[in-house]
């Protein structure tokens, strides 16, 4: 076999095989085949696509050139979330522990974040002592005594997807479907969960910024999860503006003691409750979504799913106090209102521009070793839809330095007032459970 009659058959529009995906997988993990031949294999994927058969080819080929996580161990079906990412997306410290409240096992595995906040475990690592560096056999246990852990990445998982997706990035061919879906895909099935649910965002904030581009990814991961027997459905949610109110680490974790409270922001509920109907349903621990949200929905309410929050804490060295003293998580030395400069309706939240004036604020990272300032970000008083008085607050900013004429002017930039009446976006967009 070679890899030139390879790049030859996709370039001329033809569906590679098993092996020839493998072929050119593990030949390039092992360092076999060269960086170019890659490169024109990836640029004849981007104009000749692949079919259902092929990205799930691709995605396992990808999966077995590393490392694969075993939670047999686990009692029940292991159901994983996974979010194509945003701007306050605070999702998975609130389902975590409400959707293992109403019995569902919960072994997450997060990284650090990369761009305008922190990411999942850098937003836990709020709460003074919590850690995520536990063995796998201490993962284990704590999802089956709690129902819920999350541990750090670690191990060799994906390598070819890291390899392709450097190179990718580099050669103009990040944005197609196949490679996206994937990429992504592939690391969700090493992970080693039964079943997975997909939150594709779409919208200014979003990697997939149309609706049409966002199911079309959400279509092709639905497809490659059930074709390689792990039972996905993916749900297309807005982030056209920030989801929630707080955007920053501490901030967020605040936030989702609320949500868990049942006082959360209206959005941000809603979503959860969303995907963790999905998850419950998936998980076999009810039998309709309408089941399964009354389970979620009484567990917000009763004190359960807060409880399953503080447990999930102080497991993995936490200081689960902060639940009822949220001021023991780290605090901004300054806190600025930013007023409206005319009134009106809010017509437009930039999310991404916000998002990179959190990051100015200090609570993301510009590159990967960069330190984040915790304490640091803001709090949105207004979304799109809502009226505002000239002088009123619009967020109040979370800072520890007081210069910060650049951050307010880039705020400034993305919040849009407008005259007239103004419709809040759609939150839930569609969701997909077969491709």
């Known amino acids: 076999m070679r890899m030139y009659d390879i790049i030859e058959k996709k370039r001329d529009g033809h569906a590679l095989t098993k092996d020839e995906i493998k072929f050119f997988i593990d030949g390039y993990t092992k360092n076999e085949i060269p960086d170019y031949q890659v490169s024109a294999l990836l640029m004849a994927i981007y104009f000749q696509d692949m079919n259902h058969e ?15 996580i075993d939670l047999s161990k686990i009692n029940g079906i ?42 999942t475990i850098d937003k836990l690592e709020s709460v003074p002592g919590f850690h995520v560096e536990i063995s796998n056999d201490e993962f284990i246990d704590l999802v089956n005594k709690n129902k819920v852990a999350v541990v750090g990445q670690s191990g060799n998982l994906t390598p070819a ?49 149309k609706l049409d581009e966002a199911k079309e990814l959400a279509t092709a991961m639905v497809a490659i999860g059930n074709k390689v027997g792990r039972n996905t459905m993916a749900v297309i949610s807005d982030m056209s503006q920030p989801l929630g109110n707080a955007i920053g680490n501490a901030l967020e974790v605040s ?8 006082s959360g922001p209206k959005d941000l509920t809603e979503l959860c409750l969303t995907l963790g109907s999905q998850m419950v349903v998936l998980a076999k621990q009810a039998e309709s979504i309408d089941e399964a949200r009354a389970k979620l929905e009484a567990n917000l309410h009763n004190g359960k799913a807060l409880q399953q929050f503080k447990v999930f804490l102080e497991s993995q060295g936490g200081d689960a106090s902060v639940v009822d003293n949220p001021e023991k998580l780290p605090q901004a030395s300054y806190q600025i209102e930013l007023p409206a400069k005319s009134s009106g309706t809010i017509a437009e939240i930039v999310a991404d521009d916000i998002g990179t004036a959190a990051m100015m604020l200090g609570a993301g990272r510009a590159t990967k070793d960069a330190e984040i300032d915790l304490a640091v970000g803001m709090v949105l008083h207004k979304k799109i839809g809502d009226k505002v008085n000239e002088g009123e607050s619009l967020l109040t900013i979370y800072a520890n330095s007081e210069n910060l004429d650049e951050v307010k002017e880039k705020l400034y930039n993305s919040i849009s007032i407008s005259r007239d009446d103004v419709t809040a976006p759609t939150l839930i967009h569609d969701i997909i459970t077969t491709a």
């Open 161 to 209: 997807d890291k390899k392709i997706y450097g190179l990718r990035d580099v050669t103009a061919t990040v944005n197609s479907i196949p490679l996206i879906a994937s990429s992504i895909m592939s690391k969700k099935i090493a992970s080693g969960a039964d079943a997975i649910v997909l939150d594709v965002k779409t919208g200014a904030g979003a990697f997939m910024k």
């Open 54 to 68: 092929e990205r799930a080819q691709l995605t396992q080929a990808m999966v077995e050139s590393g490392d694969q």
């Open 78 to 119: 292991k159901v994983d979330k996974h979010s194509t990412g945003g701007v306050g997306d605070t999702t998975t410290l609130i389902l975590a522990p409400l959707v293992a409240s109403v019995g569902v096992p919960v072994a997450k595995m997060s990284g650090r974040g990369l761009g305008h906040t922190g990411g």
């Open 255 to 262: 936030e989702a003691i609320e949500t868990l409270r049942g």
